[in-house]
């Protein structure tokens, strides 16, 4: 337990033997513009357009048909966006940011939901609160009650108020958490579950409380990868909707980064999900399983070319969608997406 406190509490999560995430993001620059400055390559314009699927790929010709259900998303133009601080192992203040370059990205995001008939909320960006535009970590919802987030760290202390105010001028039945928790980061619904995740930001105590809360069964899960901070950076729900009689499979389905977990979550996991996708460490590295699924519509980075194929295999329909300036910050599509479920939804 020593050790985990450390780890969560040097400042930026990481231990200092941990390899960082860099690497990974090198590697990329050998396809990518040349560049000293840029340790993430940039999207390419093909990269930028959106690449919608509609064709079945042969080998999804016996997977299950899947259905898209209608979404309700909370987001944050980045407009302040920018890497001023350390908070994961992913953001170097020394790297520079382009704002118009992650103003354009999330548009495409936000363009992307849009054009699938999803319900987009906006909330206003706040100046000198960069990460804002993670929204997932604003709160969790489901059935119209919202619960609250309290940041582990002080450089986003400030996101929490207007979050809850938001929440309340929006009409939920609004709680302010006493514990430690960043939100849908660390709070995943999966059909009646709630999965939630600890080790770097939200706290075992914040799993009580979101039972209490919510009055449903919680799942700890133990991150073990600084990579892989949040919950939602090492697992997807690929299913929003659960149970035929509501137009969904009959059990909601994950994919995830078995790695990314210590021992006896992986045990968990697998247990709960047999047929879960597993990911490579080379997808999950690029944030690929922070992605945003419909049900059908499974919007993910176009650099996770394995998921993608196993999400077509299943029949899902995989957009492509690039944010790579916003992974600068350690964020991907799921950060920048947080699901608004009132009462009956
Ligand atoms: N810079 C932000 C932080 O470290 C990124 C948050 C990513 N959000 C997420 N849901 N994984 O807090």
Known sequence: MQARKALCENGAGVPESHPSPLPFLSAQRVEGPPGPEDS??????????????????????????????????????????????????????????????AMRQWQDLHDTYRSLGHEIELIDPIEGLPDMVYTANGGFLIDGI???????FAERAGEAAPFIDWFRAAGFD???????????????????????????????????????????????????????????????VLDPVEGIANG??????????????????QAVLAERYPDAIHVSDEDGAVFGLNSASDGRNVIISPRAKG??????????????????????????????TLELRGAGS
């Open 307 to 336: 998921f993608e194929k196993q999400l077509r295999d299943r029949g899902y329909n995989p957009i492509l969608v690039d944010l790579s300036e916003l992974l600068l910050g350690g964020g991907g599509i799921k950060c920048c």
């Open 40 to 101: 993430v390559r940039r999207p390419s314009p093909q990269e930028h357009t959106m690449t919608q699927n509609t064709a079945p790929a042969a080998e999804a010709a016996n997977a299950p048909t899947r259905t898209a259900h209608h979404r309700r998303y909370l987001m944050c133009r980045p407009e302040h966006f920018t890497v001023s601080y350390t908070i994961n192992p992913w953001m170097e203040p020394a790297n520079p940011t382009d704002t118009a370059v």
């Open 146 to 152: 919202a619960y609250g987030p309290k940041f582990r």
């Open 174 to 236: 609004t709680r302010e958490p006493v514990e430690v928790n960043e939100g849908e980061g660390d709070f995943l619904l999966v059909g009646e579950v709630i999965l939630a995740g600890t080790g770097f930001r939200s706290t075992g105590d914040s799993h009580r409380e979101i039972g209490e809360v919510f009055g449903r069964e919680v799942v700890s899960l133990t991150l073990s990868d600084p990579r892989f901070y949040h919950l939602d950076t090492a697992l997807a």
């Open 248 to 265: 969904g499979p009959e059990r909601a389905n994950i994919a995830y980064l078995p790695s990314a977990f210590d021992e006896r979550s």
